[in-house]
């Protein structure tokens, strides 16, 4: 099951109303045995770097989240089915909407957001400038959790459930944040940005450029 669920406002009626149109792609996949690698890795990933942002979600310094630009979960064995995952996602939300914006490659960046009992992401953005292009998340848990997106003009939020194998693909402008987790295990979800060859060339640093996997 895959759909892609269209945004856009109805036809102005001054030239200061808001004019928008944007997508949102529901799909399903099929997830391993990622999500005990990915707690194994906690730890040793949050102590071999740096804390520098948690990218304003609200997740701290104490977080894999805020390691997300430090480490690439797709340089995992374990996470094949994941790159698969993400590509073929990405692939049928550009055939969907229009087979000429097919990108040959795209190059990602991935992390893994651990959520503990009374832990929630805040509302955040990933990209926001004109080399805006998509994000993601992929949940592991089937959790009683609700992701929401906040429309930017009119505030209102579309509202998700958080199932195991369900992703999502959205415009990386669209700011989105959780419900707080209240169970006594852990919530996990694997997140990504994806970014076209254009700005990969153009809008990357050349000191990141091996960060990121191409698929």
């Given at each position: 099951?895959?759909?892609?669920?269209?945004?856009?406002?109805?036809?102005?009626?001054?030239?200061?109303?808001?004019?928008?149109?944007?997508?949102?792609?529901?799909?399903?996949?099929?997830?391993?045995?990622?999500?005990?690698?990915?707690?194994?890795?906690?730890?040793?990933?949050?102590?071999?770097?740096?804390?520098?942002?948690?990218?304003?979600?609200?997740?701290?310094?104490?977080?894999?989240?805020?390691?997300?630009?430090?480490?690439?979960?797709?340089?995992?064995d374990?996470?094949?089915?994941?790159?698969d995952?993400?590509?073929?996602?990405?692939?049928?939300?550009?055939?969907t909407?229009?087979?000429?914006?097919?990108?040959?490659?795209?190059?990602?960046?991935?992390?893994?957001?651990?959520?503990?009992?009374g832990?929630?992401?805040?509302?955040?953005?990933?990209?926001?400038?004109?080399?805006?292009?998509?994000?993601?998340?992929?949940?592991?848990?089937?959790?009683?959790?609700?992701?929401y997106?906040?429309?930017?003009y009119?505030?209102?939020t579309?509202?998700?459930?958080?199932?195991?194998?369900?992703?999502?693909?959205?415009?990386?402008?669209?700011?989105?944040?959780?419900?707080?987790?209240?169970?006594?295990d852990?919530?996990?979800?694997?997140?990504?940005?994806?970014?076209?060859?254009?700005?990969?060339?153009?809008?990357?640093?050349?000191n990141?450029?091996?960060?990121?996997?191409?698929?």
């Amino acid at each position: 099951m895959s759909q892609v669920i269209q945004f856009e406002n109805e036809e102005p009626k001054t030239i200061f109303a808001p004019t928008y149109k944007f997508y949102v792609y529901e799909g399903e996949v099929k997830v391993k045995d990622i999500r005990d690698t990915i707690l194994s890795k906690e730890q040793d990933i949050i102590n071999a770097h740096e804390y520098k942002s948690d990218w304003n979600t609200g997740l701290g310094e104490s977080s894999m989240t805020s390691r997300s630009n430090s480490y690439n979960l797709l340089d995992w064995d374990e996470a094949d089915h994941i790159k698969d995952a993400i590509r073929n996602s990405h692939d049928n939300l550009i055939t969907t909407l229009d087979p000429n914006l097919w990108e040959d490659k795209i190059y990602v960046q991935c992390w893994a957001n651990v959520l503990r009992k009374g832990q929630a992401i805040k509302q955040h953005q990933h990209w926001n400038s004109k080399y805006t292009y998509l994000g993601g998340h992929i949940c592991l848990d089937d959790y009683d959790t609700n992701t929401y997106y906040v429309n930017p003009y009119t505030r209102k939020t579309f509202d998700t459930k958080n199932i195991k194998g369900r992703v999502y693909l959205f415009p990386n402008w669209l700011e989105h944040y959780t419900d707080t987790y209240e169970g006594d295990d852990v919530r996990v979800t694997i997140a990504f940005d994806i970014i076209t060859q254009t700005v990969y060339d153009e809008d990357v640093f050349d000191n990141m450029k091996d960060h990121w996997v191409q698929l």
